[in-house]
């Protein structure tokens, strides 16, 4: 790794985890030093490659005062949160917690600093069942789950927050993250899979037995849930146009992130199969409680404010560079990767 002492830094909450371990790659070739917070309990060491890694919580602030204090970073970005929204039914407590009272910490740390401006990590799922779509970010806000929900209520303490302090922050809302870094360097290692992209590549590949369709009585064409999959790099890309939008003195908000085209389940498992040259075995079961039926973003916001393209994100290329780290990673769990129980980092 290259250092140099004018390279300004940026703290990653949570950069040992999927998308924060792809900001990182696209921070470091922006030339800023990203120095990942993590504690790494879902999160992997071997993700961590252009910067230092502080082991720390979120729920610790003296480690975070200390991580702040010694690496004086110019902006800070915050990945690191439970995600799965079946678990936030059955465990908000644990949600709330991470969610809003370790981000509380960071908004609050990085306000002592000086306010850092903060990019954080949200998600369609502020919008709960959306009135019309492509969602723009000034649709009703009325998410259907706890982890929406909680992810709202740091939305909502960050523009507080602006209001007041003069705290700046991007609210990034993602669509469906998916895909890997076409390079291979990083890609997605949740423990366990639930997303759909893997859990069908992983079907296809035979490690498991099929994917579950949930739900094929949508008001949608084929009766399956529609979802915007927008490819991590991508994802990656746009933080880095938050960053400078904030360092060049822009005024924080809440931004899409999607490419405004919507597949349904089916279309994703078929994609999967066509890619792959492999059959996936499926079966429809019941509706996952918390899904609405149909999520596309309105994109034009990202790009008018971030000069946001999805260039990466075309389902082809998402099944490609998954299916490619899949198939590198091979079948077991990777020795460093967390117990499931613990923090989840995006
Ligand atoms: N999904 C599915 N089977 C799976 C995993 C997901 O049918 O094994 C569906 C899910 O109901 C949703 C879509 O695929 O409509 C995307 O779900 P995912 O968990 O990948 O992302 P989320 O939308 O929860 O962020």
């Known amino acids: 790794m290259v250092r140099s002492t004018s390279q300004p830094t940026a703290l990653v909450a949570g950069g040992a985890g999927y998308i924060g371990s792809h900001a990182c790659k696209a921070l470091a070739a922006g030339g800023f030093l990203p120095v990942v917070y993590d504690t790494l ?44 929204v079946g678990e936030s039914f059955e465990d908000p407590a644990r949600y709330y917690a991470n969610n809003v009272v370790g981000a509380l910490h960071l908004l609050d740390a990085a306000r002592s600093e000086g306010n850092v401006p903060i990019v954080f990590s949200s998600t369609c799922a502020v919008y709960g069942e959306p009135g019309s779509v492509p969602i723009t970010e000034d649709a009703a806000l009325a998410p259907v789950n706890p982890y929406g929900r909680t992810k709202l209520a740091v939305e909502h303490a960050l523009a507080d927050y602006e209001s007041a302090y003069g705290l700046r922050s991007v609210r990034l809302r993602y669509f469906n993250a998916c895909g890997c870094d076409p390079d291979g360097e990083v890609g997605e290692s949740h423990e366990p899979e639930t997303h759909l992209v ?48 904030l360092l060049g003195g822009g005024d924080g908000g809440a931004v899409n992130l999607g490419t405004g085209r919507g597949f349904s389940v089916r279309e994703v498992v078929d994609a999967v199969e066509r890619v792959t ?58 020795p460093e990767a967390g117990a499931v129980d613990a923090i989840q980092t995006t």
């Open 198 to 245: 893997p859990r069908a590549i992983l079907a296809a590949m035979g490690r498991l037995d099929e994917i579950a369709i949930f739900g094929d009585d949508y008001p949608t064409p084929d009766g399956t849930a529609v979802r915007d999959y927008v490819h991590v790099t991508d994802l990656a890309d746009a933080h880095v146009a938050a960053v400078r939008h």
């Open 277 to 334: 040259g492999l059959p996936v075995p499926r079966r429809v079961v019941a509706r996952r409680q918390g899904d609405p039926a149909v999520l596309v973003a309105d994109g034009s916001r990202a790009r008018r404010l971030l000069g946001f393209k999805a260039v990466h994100s075309d389902i082809d290329t998402i099944v490609r560079t998954a299916h490619a780290w899949l198939a590198r990673e091979g079948p077991s769990p990777r």
């Open 41 to 84: 309990s879902t999160g992997h060491r071997g993700l961590v490659r252009w910067g230092p890694l502080v082991e720390g919580d979120l729920l610790d602030v003296d480690t975070l005062a200390g991580a702040f204090a010694t690496h004086r970073p110019a902006v800070a970005l915050h990945f690191a949160a439970c995600t799965y």
